[in-house]
């Protein structure tokens, strides 16, 4: 197994924020993240937090957007299953505007 496979997979092991921990407390060669040396350097520990940012952050944006449009979806299915109800009050509520204020065209 590579090395940098192992690393990945105990990295992995941990929780992102255990990791970003570690790393900020340690000063000198990266010791804890593995059992046995050779040891994950500095910048392959840097380099796979940001892999984790990204990735996160990617999924977290596809989140927003699913939710986005299903949310517009329900208040389109809204108006549309409201508007028979609504219709009459609202023809008449517009009517009185216009006659109230009559377009200038």
Excluded: C, N
Aim: net charge positive; no cysteine.
């Amino acid at each position: 197994m590579s090395d940098h496979r192992r690393w990945r997979e105990a990295l992995e092991k941990l929780d992102v924020d255990t990791v970003r921990h570690k790393l900020g407390s340690t000063s000198g060669p990266m010791l804890g993240f593995v059992t046995d040396a050779p040891h994950p350097t500095r910048e392959f520990i840097e380099a796979w937090l940001s892999r984790q940012q990204r990735t996160a952050r990617l999924r977290d944006t596809r989140r927003f957007w699913v939710l986005l449009i299903v949310a517009g979806i329900s208040a389109v299915a809204a108006v549309i299953a409201a508007y028979p109800v609504l219709a009459p009050f609202l023809r008449e509520d517009l009517q009185r505007l216009l006659d109230r204020f009559p377009p200038a065209w």
